[in-house]
C-alpha cells in the first residue's frame, strides 16, 4: 500500500496494482487451503492490517484501493462457502466500516477548504438515508428485530461515501485510477467463475461480485467502440469476452440478460450520437451478443452435472423462455408477491427495514426472510411510495448526468466511461427487479464511487461552460 501511493504518478501504476490484485487473491486461496473455516477470521484481520497501514499514511489512493479489496477480491469460493453464515456477514462488513470511518476521518482532517453544499446525486441520497433510518428507528420502537435493522441501513449508509469520495477525488487521475483497478478486478473474477465452475470445481458458484460484471462489460465495450488503436482494441476485445463469459458461466439467467441489454444500450447511444442509428444495427448486436446463450448450452457440463438442474446449463438457458417451470423463479413471485401485499397494508410509508416475510406455499424453511429478490418492490415494500419515489429520483438523476456528461464532455476517455456506466446502470435498474443488487450488498460502496465520478465530471463541465460565458461576457 505504502508504495502504492509512491507509484500512483508513475507509468508503471496500472501493472503494479494489477500484481497487487493477484498476490492478494494468492494470500487468500493459500489462508483458505491452510485454515479451512478459520480462513475467516484470519483474512478480516488481514484487511484490518491493511487498514492499518493506510491510515498511517493517511493516502486518498489507499482508501480506495483497499475500498476495492474489502468489496470486491475475497475469493469467490469465500463468498460462496460462508455467504449465508451470520458471523461471516459480520466479519466482511467491520472492516468495510473500519474503512469508511478512516475515509470520513481522512475527510474532516483535510487542510482543504471544506464545503457541505448538497449537490445534484448528492441530495437525493441524504434523504432516503435519513428517511430509511427514520424507519428504522420507528422499528426499533415497536420492537422489530434490532440486529436486521442495522444491517439493512448499513448498506443505505454505504451511499454516504459519495461525500468523503467527492470531496477526496478533486482530480481526474484519481478516477482514471479507480476505474483501471476496478477492470483488473472484473476480469480477475470472471477468471474465477470461469475456472471454478468448469475447470475445477464443475459446480455452479455465484456470488454478489457478480453484479458488476455487466457493468465492466459496458465499460470495456464502449471503449473498443472509441479506441482507434488496433492493438489496444483487440486487448479490450479479448478483456471483454473473459468478462461475459464469466457473466454466462456464472448461471445467473438475469445476469445474461443484463449483461445482453448492456451491450445493446451502450452500441445504441453510440449510434445515436454518432448519428449511425438504424434498426439493422440493433438486430445484428442483439444476434451476436445472444450467440454465447446457444454456444455454451452444452459445454463444461459433465453427466453428473446434468442430474441437476440447477447446475445445467442447457436447462436454465431453456428456462429464460419458460420460467413457470422454474421452482426457483416461482419461488421469488411467491416471496415478491407477499410483498406487494405489505406494501398494500401501508402504502405510503412502508412497513419498515425490520418487517420480513415467510414462505408458505413452498415451505422450505421457517426463517424469516427480510430481502427479496426484487430492488424496487423492497424498497416499496420497506419504504412505500415515498421511499420509491426517492430511490427513483437518484436513479433518474444518475441518468440524466450521465447522459448529459456523455453528450457535452470533449475528453474522449470520460466519453466511453460515462457511456458505459450510462448503459451499465440501466441495465443494474433492470437487473434490481430480479435481485437484491441495489440494495442488499456491500458493492453499494462502490456505487457510490461511480456516482460520485459522474458528479465530478458534470460540475466540471457546467463550471467550464459558466466560466466560457462570463470570458465572452467581458470580451
Known sequence: MLLASRLFEHKYYFSFFAFLIITNLLFQFVIILAASDNSIYILVGYNLFLLLIASYKKSINNLFTLLIIVNFLPLIYLNNEFHYHFTYEILTAFPLFLLILLSIFQFLLTSRDLSFKLNYLQKPIIYIVIYFSVLGVVGMILHQNTIWIIQQLFHFYLYLLIFPISYLFYKRDFYFSGFSFLLIISVVIAFEYIVLNQLILNFRFVTFQSGFLPLASGVIFSYILYNKNTIRRIVATVLLLIVTTGAFVTLTRTLWVTTILVLILVWFFYLKSENKLSIYKIILLVIIVSLPLYLIRDMGVSSAQKKSQINNVEYRTQSVANPLEDSSFLMRVELAYYAFQRFLENPVFGKGPGDFLKYQIFNINDAPNYYIDNSW???????????????????????????????????????????????????????????PLLIKYKTNALIAFFFAYIEFERLKIVNDSRSEKTLSVKA
Open 377 to 435: 418492490l423492497y424498497i416499496l415494500w420497506k419504504g412505500g411510495l415515498v421511499g420509491f419515489l426517492l430511490f427513483a429520483w437518484l436513479y433518474i438523476r444518475f441518468f440524466k448526468a450521465s447522459y448529459f456528461v456523455f453528450k457535452n464532455t470533449s475528453d474522449i476517455r470520460v466519453k466511453y466511461i460515462s457511456l458505459g456506466l450510462l448503459g451499465g446502470f440501466i441495465g443494474l435498474s433492470f437487473l434490481g427487479f430480479l435481485s
